[in-house]
C-alpha cells in the first residue's frame, strides 16, 4: 500500500525556522515527483514546492510566496522528502501535506499542522 | 503565473441532482488538470486526472472534461457522501488550484 506520512510540524515564532518530513513508502519513492501543498485555516489548497527525481534532474520548484525562503529536497536512501522552512510568518500558518506527483497530485499524507505565533 | 477561476464557489444542491463545475484556465493548459474531493479534516482525493480521466475506485458518476483553458466537472446524480469541496489543478506549468466549489445540501 502506498503511504505518505509527514512530521515535524509545531508552534513556532515568527522569523523562525521549521523542518517537515515526509516518509514514503510502499512504492519506488526515487522514481518519483513529489509536492508539498499546504492549506491555511478555512482556506482552500495552496501548492508549496515539487522535487523531480534525480533520474529527471532533482530540480525544484516552489510558489511564489515561498520562494528564497524554502527548500524542498530528497533523501532517496531514506525514503524521505523534506521541506526546509525558513524565515517563517505568521501567513505560513496551515496544514502542510506531502503528495506524489503523476498527472498532478496522486497519494497525499494526512498532513502535519504548522503554526506561526509569537 | 497560471490562474485558475472555478465556478461557482459554492452551491446547495439534493440528491439525485445533476451538479457541474467550471475550471477556466488563464492560457492554455492542455489537458494537465485534476480534480479532488476534500472533505472536512481530510486529504483532498483525486478524482479525475488528465482532465477526462476517471481515477481508479472513483464512481461512474464523476466525469471530467475540457481541454486547453475550459474545464467541467460533472456528478449525474448527487449522493449524499458527494456533499465536499472540489478542487481543480493544473500542473502545466508549476502547479495552481483553483479557489474551491463547496457542494451543501439544500
Known amino acids: 500500500e502506498v503511504q505518505l506520512v509527514e512530521s515535524g510540524g509545531g508552534l513556532v515564532k515568527p522569523g523562525g525556522s521549521l523542518r517537515l518530513s515526509c516518509a514514503a513508502s510502499?512504492?519506488?519513492?526515487?522514481?518519483?515527483?513529489m509536492s508539498w501543498v499546504r492549506q491555511a485555516p478555512g482556506k482552500g489548497l495552496e501548492w508549496v514546492a515539487r522535487?523531480?527525481?534525480?533520474?529527471?534532474?532533482?530540480?525544484?520548484d516552489y510558489a511564489a510566496p515561498v520562494r528564497g525562503r524554502f527548500t524542498i529536497s530528497r533523501d532517496d536512501s531514506k525514503n524521505t522528502l523534506y521541506l526546509q522552512m525558513n524565515s517563517l510568518k505568521t501567513e505560513d500558518t496551515a496544514v502542510y501535506y506531502c503528495?506524489?506527483?503523476?498527472?498532478?497530485?496522486?497519494?497525499w499524507g494526512q498532513g502535519t499542522t504548522v503554526t506561526v505565533s509569537s | 503565473d497560471i490562474q485558475m477561476t472555478q465556478s461557482p464557489s459554492s452551491l446547495s444542491a439534493s440528491v439525485g441532482d445533476r451538479v457541474t463545475i467550471t475550471c477556466r484556465a488563464s492560457?492554455?493548459?492542455?489537458?494537465?488538470l485534476a480534480w479532488y474531493q476534500q472533505k472536512p479534516g481530510k486529504a483532498p482525493k483525486r478524482l479525475i486526472y488528465?482532465?477526462?480521466s476517471l481515477q481508479s475506485g472513483v464512481p461512474s458518476r464523476f466525469s471530467g472534461s475540457g481541454s486547453g483553458t475550459e474545464f467541467t466537472l460533472t456528478i449525474s446524480s448527487l449522493q449524499p457522501e458527494d456533499f465536499a469541496t472540489y478542487y481543480c489543478?493544473?500542473?502545466?506549468?508549476?502547479?495552481?488550484f483553483g479557489q474551491g466549489t463547496k457542494v451543501e445540501i439544500k
Open positions: 522535487i523531480k527525481s534525480k533520474t529527471d534532474g532533482g530540480t525544484t
Open positions: 503528495a506524489t506527483e503523476y498527472y498532478g497530485m496522486d497519494v
Open positions: 488528465a482532465a477526462s
Open positions: 492560457q492554455g493548459i492542455r489537458n494537465d
Open positions: 489543478l493544473q500542473h502545466n506549468t508549476y502547479r495552481t
Open positions: 510502499g512504492f519506488t519513492f526515487s522514481n518519483a515527483w
